[in-house]
């Protein structure tokens, strides 16, 4: 791992400080996961942390979002530019969530600390959280309705959370008075502001023990070594363009019209270029995805491809360049609606994977379910108490060359949890009926896709905002090389009368007393034809009740 590794440092050195590296990540994560309140992270596990050099780049992730991870890159870049490293000062904590500035989405606030030792920034400590509202025109703050960001909910542009350790209580009072859940919404800021404390400390300690010259020049180090590793991992792919096209069901606005996401990838060189010319133009509803979101899903799609032993840092996204045509889905102007990229995101993920699996049949399995629910409910409580819940619900992963898909796990770019019931009946009037694997959703195959899940909602009170966001209701997760199809994905709701109301891949409606949601969610797609399949291996699907008999 450590060959050409200057001889000026010691390769175990660093080594061991890489592991360290990792460890402090996964510390902050446990701290963010452990001290946040919204049942999103705590449950979900919604929300990221990471280290940064003092450059900006990434040092190291904790196991957590890719999509939180890459997207926090532009977010330390912007405190960067706001703030020059000769104004920062020891106890400064920024905050930003606006996708115009360097965000991704409302919800997802960032906080960034800088890192100091020996009187200079080391690096950058930071953290990333979906809160489970940030104000807007419905509960949860992904309403699939918005046509333009002003009504998504509350924009933060790069602002001290903390000036030199003292706390901006006009931001605090201002996020509070904007949002439906203040207390949970601002407990999860500081348990941000927790983690990135960890992190700083932890880099602190490190740096006592290697002294601060040593310490910044493994951090370098390191970032050159994985650089070289990826690009020689690239080297391994014939090299070509290679493309792909899928589609999105819709934007939310307009039900019947869907939406294109095209691709080539050229890999040349020891490097992956993308080119998503013949994309669909910027769309009216939500599902616009500004060019972090893009880069999220191309740092994913390389590190799926490329030799896992390498170590995920900065180094190992710089062989990888993105064309993004403005003013198109992946690169929309300002005001344009973002609240809905995480749907864009992992179909944009998952057609960088497709295309490049005519050349590594061994790496790229077959579709996944290409959707993640994402399920926001809010109203009151009988007790007159606010509340906003929320719920990603996932559908199956792909086949591959040696396994079946898995059901019922989140794929290509994101990582959460669905909500457990406990948790959801706890916080909110609602009760879950019903949760079990959809029978028959995988693709069929030598190798069957992974299952999609099927859950049911009852409300216990009236007037419950439901937001729903889903995915591949209109079209299937493609089988690979004569494997089949994964089913599309449904929902519907069924209101206390027995009256049925089909739900077009999104909406944002109200529910009531009585009224149930019912969601069945896509399947992984099959690899290879289903005639390879071993018998032993159908008998026991059958008996598993995971596919249906003929007839």
Same mark, same amino acid.
């Given at each position: 791992m450590?060959?050409g590794t ?5 390769p ?6 890489r592991?360290?590296?990792?460890g ?7 701290t @963010?996961?452990r ?13 990221? $942390? ?6 900006g780049?990434?040092? $190291?992730q904790?196991?957590?979002?890719p ?33 115009y ?9 960032m906080?960034?600390?800088?890192v100091?030792?020996?009187?200079r ?5 930071? !953290?990333? =959280?979906h809160h489970q509202?940030m ?15 002003f ?7 790069p @602002?001290k ?13 201002m996020i509070?008075q904007?949002?439906?859940?203040p207390?949970?919404v601002?407990?999860?800021v500081?348990a941000?502001v ?8 932890r880099?602190c ?12 020049a ?16 690239? !080297? ?10 899928d589609? @999105? ?11 294109r996401?095209?691709v ?17 133009p ?21 590190r799926?491809v ?6 995920t840092?900065?180094?190992c ?12 889905l992946l690169?929309?102007k ?5 609240n809905a990229?995480t ?5 944009v ?14 790496r ?14 809010g ?5 007159g ?8 619900? $996932? ?9 079946d ?7 290509d $770019?994101?990582?959460?949890m669905?909500?457990p !019931?406990?948790? @959801? ?5 609602i ?5 079990a ?18 859950r ?10 439901m937001?729903y ?9 493609r ?5 089949e199809d994964g089913q ?7 209101r206390a ?12 409606? =109200?529910l009531?007393?009585?009224?149930r ?7 992984g ?11 032993a ?15």
């Open positions: 450590t060959s200057p001889s000026s440092l010691d175990i050195t660093v080594e061991v400080t592991h360290k590296l990792d402090i990540a996964n510390e902050m994560q446990s @963010l996961l001290s946040s309140f919204s049942p999103i992270v705590k449950e979900g596990l919604d929300a990221s $942390a990471g280290l940064f050099t003092a450059g780049a990434t040092l $190291a904790a196991c957590a979002i999509i939180h991870l890459a997207t926090l890159i532009p977010g330390v870049e912007t405190a960067m530019k706001t703030w020059p490293a000769e104004t920062m000062r020891p106890g400064d904590i920024y905050a930003l969530n606006d996708p500035l360097g965000g991704t989405h409302l919800p997802d606030i906080v960034i600390q800088p100091f030792h020996g009187g920034i080391i690096a950058f400590s930071a !953290a990333i =959280t509202d104000g807007g025109l419905s509960a949860g703050s992904v309403p699939t309705h918005a046509t333009e960001i009504q998504e909910g509350l924009r933060i542009p @602002l959370l903390y000036d030199a350790g003292v706390l901006n209580e006009t931001l605090v009072a509070r904007n949002v439906r859940i207390d949970t601002m407990g999860d500081f941000q927790a983690a990135t404390h960890v992190g700083a400390r880099l300690e490190l740096a006592d023990r290697l002294g601060t010259e040593t310490a910044t493994i951090f370098d180090e390191l970032l050159d070594l994985s650089e070289r590793m990826t690009r020689r991992s690239l !080297a391994e792919i014939p090299p070509g363009t290679y493309r792909y096209v589609v @999105l069901d819709n934007d939310g606005i307009d039900l019947n019209k869907p939406i996401i095209e080539a990838v050229t890999v040349r060189d020891q490097s992956i270029h993308l080119d998503f010319t013949g994309t669909s910027q769309v009216r509803g939500p599902l616009n995805c500004v060019p972090s979101g893009t880069l999220a899903a191309a740092c994913f799609a390389v799926a490329t030799d896992p032993k390498i170590p840092n900065g180094g996204f710089r062989p990888i360049s993105l064309h993004l045509p403005e003013g198109s690169n929309p300002e005001p344009a609606a973002v990229r749907a864009t995101i992992k179909r993920a998952g057609s960088i994977l497709a295309a490049l699996a005519e050349v590594l049949p061994d790229v399995p077959a579709a996944s379910s290409g959707e993640m629910v994402m399920l926001a409910l109203g009151r409580t009988p007790s108490a606010a509340f906003v819940t929320a719920d990603q619900i $996932a559908g199956g992963s792909g086949a591959s060359r040696y396994l898909g898995v059901d019922v796990i989140e794929t $770019a994101t990582n959460g669905n909500l !019931a406990e948790a @959801l009946e706890l916080e909110s009037p009760r879950l009926l019903q949760v694997l959809r029978p028959g959703s995988g693709g069929a195959g030598e190798h069957r896709g992974g299952l999609g899940t099927i049911e909602f009852e409300m216990l009170t009236d007037e419950i905002s937001s966001r889903g995915e591949r209701h209109f079209s299937q997760p089988g690979l090389f004569g494997g599309s994905a449904r929902a519907v709701v069924i009368d027995g009256t049925q109301e089909p739900i077009p891949s999104k909406i944002v409606s =109200t009531h007393r009585g009224d949601l019912l969601i069945e969610t896509a399947g797609a099959g690899y290879n034809p289903p005639a390879g399949r071993a018998a291996a159908t008998a026991a699907d059958l008996a598993d009740g995971k596919v249906l008999a003929a007839g």
